[in-house]
């Protein structure tokens, strides 16, 4: 499967209007006929992406939402979305595509970095941000992602200058690339095309970040 079909952008859409266990179970079928398309395509991004990069497996998330900690207590996600992992201890992050009408998307980085990973990173930036800056101001980076995304925090974090030149970066904490999709662009017969063009754009800042994070400072490996 290398196309998303009308059929599934359908669906999700009257699964937005209709989001209760009563409509979904009688649409049950096809749901089930629906994410058996969607996986056919993730399984042709995944076949895709082994060719530009070591990649684990894919997984497809689930339909049903958890609503125990949520003010939203709407059952069921209305989109499909899945993660490819990226294989070996060696390297980092991920590739992550969602479909979802009017609102596609995929992405890459890091989301949630534990405290230590955050430290390395502040402290690689600190150090020298020669390389980030190139790989974010490349021309295939910049025509398909514009900027490095992500929260950050207000003010210098704990032990760093304020006045530092890479300050901007420094306060982040979190470090995404994004590129959004119309539904025309998600139907069209060259999405798998964009999509991986896009993500082999991507190949380099997680290239980068990947040795960042398993080396010290002095470029030594800290893993085995």
Do not use: C
């Amino acid at each position: 499967m290398t196309s998303i079909s009308k059929s599934t952008l359908d669906f999700l859409k009257a699964l937005k209007t209709n989001n209760n266990r009563d409509w979904f179970n009688e649409n049950k079928a096809a749901f089930e006929a629906e994410q058996k398309k969607v996986k056919e395509f993730y399984n042709s991004v995944m076949e895709h992406l082994k060719m530009q990069d070591l990649i684990e497996n894919v997984k497809i998330f689930r339909i049903y939402r958890d609503v125990r900690f949520s003010a939203d207590k709407t059952p069921f996600k209305p989109h499909f979305a899945g993660h490819f992992t990226r294989a070996t201890n060696k390297l980092r992050g991920g590739y992550y595509l969602r479909i979802r009408p009017g609102e596609s998307f995929l992405a890459g980085g890091f989301w949630e970095p534990n405290k230590e990973d955050l430290l390395r990173i502040r402290k690689e930036f600190e150090t020298d941000a020669t390389e980030i800056r190139a790989i974010v101001s490349a021309p295939d980076f910049k025509k398909y992602f514009g900027k490095l995304q992500g929260n950050a925090v207000k003010s210098a974090p704990r032990g760093f200058d304020k006045n530092h030149p890479n300050i901007a970066l420094i306060r982040l904490k979190q470090f995404i690339v994004t590129r959004e999709f119309t539904d025309e662009e998600v139907l069209s017969p060259n999405f798998l095309r964009e999509v991986m063009d896009s993500f082999l754009a991507m190949r380099p800042y997680l290239d980068y970040m990947s040795e960042v994070l398993t080396t010290n400072l002095n470029g030594e490996s800290i893993i085995d």
